[in-house]
Structures are given as structure tokens and as C-alpha cells.
């Protein structure tokens, strides 16, 4: 860190340093101060309009788009998550639990939900109190399914994609909190991939019918 502070301290001398001799040059050829000091003044003027415009405004703009590209990369690996076991366990599950009629109605997501919609799913799905018996669940096979999946969560844990994501990177260690990064997930489907979103709403697990086929 002192290093690369350093660096710029002697980056700045020096461009400093070459600014003093191009002016000096100038002097030296037309002799004219006033001509110098002019211009000096008028650089020094649009100087703060030039920050605003590089550093403040531009700079956002490249940030905006590359965080933009980074949660597309982020949500491909939510796919790959939902694509491998997040679908399963949520169809494996939802069947066990005593308020699966309730969840159902609330996250049976369709064509025409809004942003609005997802947001009130999302906050039952935070509020969520999964009413279930383990005793009817076969943990010994969906301990095994688990391991099995071992690697490939291990896999997703290495992108460095999920840097930016704390709450699935959360998910993957602990496979909770499965329903509201569904959601998510579902509506960036809706938004960007309308063909695999139309996939979704025919076979998510909170319906009471599901099929991949289009009727």
C-alpha cells in the first residue's frame, strides 16, 4: 500500500515537473506571460467540470455496467445451483411440510406477476415458519443426495462470482433459505430469459400439477 502511494506522489512530481517545463518552453520561444497565464487560468477553471465528467460520471457508468456483468455471471451460477439440486430439494420437501398449502399459494408463481408480487413472495418467504415433521422425510436419502452434490457445491463456492453475493453464498453452506433465492432467481428469468421462465411455470413444485409439456 505505502508502495503504490509512493508511486503516485512521484507520478504527480512529474507530471507537475513536465507541465513547468512546457510552459517554460513556451515562454522561452514566444515571451509572452500574459499569453501563458491566460491559458493556465482557463485549464485551471474547466479543471473541476473535467473531474465531474471523468471521474464522478464516467467512472459510475463503467462501475454500473461491470457490476451489471458480474451479477449476469452470478445469476448463471444460481441456475446452475437451482438446474442441479435447489429444484429437487424444493419438490422433495414442499410434499412434507404441514403448511404446504399456504406456502403454495403464496410463492405459485405465474405469467402475470409483477415486481410487486415477487417482493410480497419474497417477504413471506423471509418470514416463513416451516411447519414440518422430520420423521416423515427420508433423511437417510436425501443425506445421500446431499453427498452426491458435495462436489459441486464445493465447485460453486470457488467462483469468484459470489463474492457479491453474501445471502447465496450463505445458502450453499447451510441449503436454507431456499424459496426466497428461488424467487430471485425466478424473476431474473421473467426479466431476461422469458423461454426458460415459461419452463419454470410449468414445472415449479408450488402448483398442484406440474409439466414440463405445453398444453
Known amino acids: 500500500m505505502r508502495k503504490r502511494f509512493s508511486f503516485i506522489i512521484y507520478l504527480a512530481v512529474a507530471f507537475v515537473a513536465l507541465s513547468a517545463i512546457a510552459y517554460f518552453i513556451h515562454y522561452i520561444i514566444f515571451r509572452d506571460i500574459h499569453h501563458i497565464f491566460i491559458y493556465m487560468v482557463g485549464d485551471l477553471a474547466f479543471l473541476p467540470l473535467e473531474v465531474l465528467l471523468v471521474v464522478v460520471i464516467i467512472e459510475r457508468l463503467l462501475a454500473r455496467r461491470e457490476m451489471q456483468a458480474k451479477l449476469e455471471k452470478l445469476n448463471m451460477v444460481v441456475g446452475a445451483f437451482f438446474s442441479e439440486l435447489g429444484n429437487h430439494l424444493l419438490q422433495d420437501l414442499i410434499k412434507h411440510f404441514d403448511n404446504r398449502l399456504e406456502i403454495s399459494r403464496h410463492l405459485n408463481v405465474t405469467e402475470n406477476w409483477t415486481k410487486k408480487d415477487f417482493q410480497k413472495a419474497v417477504d413471506f418467504a423471509h418470514h416463513l415458519k416451516v411447519e414440518v415433521d422430520c420423521r416423515n422425510i427420508d433423511l437417510g436419502r436425501l443425506k445421500a443426495f446431499l453427498e452426491q452434490k458435495q462436489e459441486f457445491l464445493l465447485t460453486l463456492l470457488e467462483n469468484p462470482s459470489l463474492l457479491e453475493h453474501d445471502r447465496f453464498t450463505d445458502l450453499l453452506w ?39 409439456l405445453i398444453t
Open 174 to 212: 447451510a441449503v436454507t433459505h431456499l424459496a426466497s433465492e428461488w424467487l430471485d432467481y425466478v424473476q431474473h428469468l421473467k426479466s431476461k430469459y422469458p423461454f426458460l421462465f415459461s419452463l419454470v411455470l410449468r414445472t415449479h413444485p408450488f402448483q398442484e400439477q406440474q409439466s414440463p
